[in-house]
């Protein structure tokens, strides 16, 4: 009998994803991976494994998995959502070690969208075209192409753990809702007054926003020369106009081609705060150069590289500060000393 | 026609990817220049290029900011002469078994009617034509095609369907297509292939790719069930040949 993770309850959109799938998107196959890059690789890094070793993604919280294992140590990251450990309250952001036939509940969100939970030593499962990540609408990866089902067996590629002290981040990285861009490949495909109603007033994210994309509603923005062009690529953060003049944000499970003009590009460390936007969330964009956008890439870098020595041991019960989660400044607006930030608001 | 071709223009995608535009339209000498250099750039294998997409008109070069500095590798793709890139690669030819029409094909009978032409006489344009593969997107293995015959080029559908079936053989505008999935399209669906475009679980997974020629040949329902058979057994029913043998 192999040590697994059973999936009682999956949740809504629960899949497996690791960094994504390379080399293919010239073949037409979506990249995928996770929607928030940023709590994926934390929640690897927490539990000692390789970044981008494969982690359940969940979205709004409702997963439950019962450990069928001597042991095994799990990291949670990603928004905030209320955990417990058979009827144990747990902070979110940590790493904790649990036993055979224990309970992992995973709540409601009460902040974010999407969160994670990393396996120490990561799952035994095979790969298709090289990559365990789960793309849906191509059948592709994690557990035969499909959303975790209830009844679900992980295996564990790594049991038993070596013992490891419960560790908790405290001060997890904040929301946001200034998002920056950086203008292009299409900027050109739009009149002045298109790109400044683009980096204007904000926008909400519709209920329209899935791994696919997220559809925002708020000002038009107006084309130049039409709404059509002959398809080229896209990328993660792409925001494709179509006619109707709203912009779509293409996320992870994207297509790899689109016919629509993209205005802009969502910079690669604002993508996992975009992300966490739930709908009905508020946003607004910051037009940034691509030299600023390689900076707040290198900001978010070094944070996710010293974030071992960022962790603490782990309060519970009483000690857990219920404020730790409410600091998480669901969607008001930039934090001063967000770590992400500093220094690089133009 | 050479001659004449717009610059080369690098343009940002972000912070991990530019897109190299050789054009604005559908051309088969762009389309040319674009996959030649996509040779290119995969033999020089630049540190830090994880991904090249080519499409019709531009190559899109995805690349980790976290291994190269990308003002490093912009400079260096600026260095490179991105209009002269040398001569694409030699694409396959593929010879595709189409059942047209029926529940194989649910538009075909309108298309033809718009156009004002026989149901036989628009599958005798379709299926006459030879088709350049000017890139795979959407999903997985997912081809565009070019060289639809004038006379069959129609608008996209004004609502899309939100399923067609895998296989679909479909036009769009002036464009044509072979699906791989089950996926949304606006497109007129002319027909079905047995031919899976990707199976993963195949040797090798995809057939076509972006400069390789495609013709069509009609099939009849008893066919199309007989080689569905062997295609869900794996079999990838067509082989390709040297392009040259679609040239006649």
Known sequence: ?346 | MTETLPPARILHAGDAAFVIELGETVDPAINDRILALDARLREAALPGVTELVPTYRSLLVHFDPDAVDGLELLKRLRGLDLEHPGEAPAGRAWTVPVCYGGEHGVDLEEVAERHGLTVEEAVRLHAGGTYRVYMIGFAPGFAYLGGLDQRLHTPRRVNPRLKTPAGSVSIGGIQAAISSVEAPSGWHLLGQTPVRAFDPEREPPFLFAAGDTVRFRPIDAAEFAALAARAADGDPLIRPEPASEHAS
């Open chain 1, 1 to 346: 009998m192999s040590d697994r993770l059973l999936v009682r309850a999956p949740g809504p959109l629960a899949t497996l994803q690791d960094a994504g799938r390379r080399g293919y998107q010239r073949l037409g196959v979506s990249g995928s991976g996770p929607m928030d890059r940023l709590a994926h690789e934390a929640a690897n890094r927490m539990t000692g494994n390789q970044p981008g070793t494969v982690a359940l993604e969940f979205a709004l919280g409702g997963l439950v998995l019962e450990v069928a294992a001597e042991r095994a140590r799990l990291a949670f990251a990603g928004g905030a959502f209320e955990l417990k450990v058979d009827d144990k309250p747990m902070p979110w952001w940590s790493c904790v070690t649990v036993h055979r036939g224990q309970m992992v509940r995973i709540g409601r969100a009460q902040a974010g969208v999407w969160g994670y939970v990393a396996i120490a030593g990561g799952l035994a499962l095979p790969a298709q075209l090289g990559s365990y990540a789960t793309h849906t609408l191509s059948r592709l990866g994690g557990i035969e192409g499909r959303p975790l089902r209830a009844g679900d067996a992980l295996a564990l590629a790594e049991p038993e753990p070596s013992p490891h002290p419960d560790l908790m981040l405290p001060d997890p990285p904040p929301a946001r809702d200034v998002i920056r861009a950086v203008p292009g490949p299409q900027d050109d495909y739009f009149t002045p007054a298109g790109l400044a109603a683009f980096f204007g007033e904000g926008y909400r994210v519709s209920a329209q926003a899935d791994r696919m994309g997220y559809r925002l509603e708020g000002p038009q923005v107006e084309h130049a020369k039409g709404f059509n062009i002959v398809s080229d690529g896209t990328v993660a953060g792409s925001v494709q106009v179509p006619g109707m003049g709203t912009p779509i944000v293409l996320m992870a499970d994207r297509q790899t081609t689109g016919g629509y003009p993209k205005i802009a590009t969502v910079i690669g460390a604002d993508l996992p705060a975009l992300a966490q936007i739930a709908p009905g969330g508020r946003l607004r964009f910051q037009s940034v150069s691509f030299e600023q956008a390689l900076e707040a890439r290198r900001v978010m870098r070094r944070w996710l590289d010293r974030l071992a020595d960022r962790l603490e041991p782990l309060r519970t019960g009483a000690d857990l500060d219920p404020a730790r989660l409410l600091g998480l400044n669901l969607i008001g607006g930039v934090t001063a000393g967000d770590p992400l930030r500093e220094g690089l608001v133009p």
